[in-house]
Each structure stands twice: as structure tokens, then as C-alpha cells.
Nanobody, 123 residues
Framework: QVQLVESGGGLVQAGGSLRLPCVAS????????RAWFRQVPGKVREFVAR????????YYADSVKGRFTISRDNAKNTVYLQMNSLQPEDTAVYYC????????????????WGQGIQVTVSS
């Protein structure tokens, strides 16, 4: 069974940076699509970024484009979310996701999810 574990979250001041790794275990995910989503209390989980299995194609939500970068290291079974110029509105629980077949901007496109990691940006 695939397990995803996020780390690297925490409290940061506005304008700062964080990098979130998501390590997969259980099987190699080198041929899986990988993505990041985020969720604040009372709102639906929203798409942040996705990357294809050979890292040739990435796609971002408009709200993070130019500030966040998704990347992957298949040798380490890990996907990363580099977050720069963080703003208070980026405060959320961040989730990584994976799927062997589907790729999209909705939660239904991904079968495997991490437990989430809190990111808090202070003003």
C-alpha cells in the first residue's frame, strides 16, 4: 500500500519561504502523477500544483503561480513544494497526492493522500 508523508511545515513570516517534501513508501512512485493541494477550515480542498512522472510538465493554480515550484526526485520517491514569497492567505494544511493513471486539479483525480502538514504565515 502506498503511504505519503509530508514534512517541512511550520510558522513563517510573510515574505518568507518553506519547502515541503512528501516522501512515498510502499512502492516506487516514479510513474505516478504527483500533486499538492491545500485546505483551510470550512473550505474545500483546493489544487495547488501538479507534476507528471518524468517532471517535464508542471501546472499551478493561479494563486501560487510564480511563487511556488513543484519538483520531484524519483530516486528518493519524493515530491517537493518550494514556496516563496509566502502570504497570510497561503495559511492552510498542505496535502500531497499521487495517482498512477489520472492527473488533474480535483481531489477525485488522486487515489493516494498524505495526512497533511500545517503551514502558517504571519503578517
Amino acid at each position: 500500500q502506498v503511504q505519503l508523508v509530508e514534512s517541512g511545515g511550520g510558522l513563517v513570516q510573510a515574505g518568507g519561504s518553506l519547502r515541503l517534501p512528501c516522501v512515498a513508501s510502499g512502492r516506487p512512485l516514479s510513474h505516478y502523477y504527483r500533486a499538492w493541494f491545500r485546505q483551510v477550515p470550512g473550505k474545500v480542498r483546493e489544487f495547488v500544483a501538479r507534476i507528471n512522472w518524468i517532471a517535464t510538465t508542471t501546472y499551478y493554480a493561479d494563486s501560487v503561480k510564480g511563487r511556488f515550484t513543484i519538483s520531484r526526485d524519483n530516486a528518493k520517491n519524493t515530491v517537493y513544494l518550494q514556496m516563496n514569497s509566502l502570504q497570510p492567505e497561503d495559511t492552510a494544511v498542505y496535502y500531497c497526492a499521487a495517482d498512477p493513471v489520472r492527473s488533474g486539479t480535483t481531489t477525485s483525480a488522486y487515489d493516494y493522500w498524505g495526512q497533511g502538514i500545517q503551514v502558517t504565515v504571519s503578517s
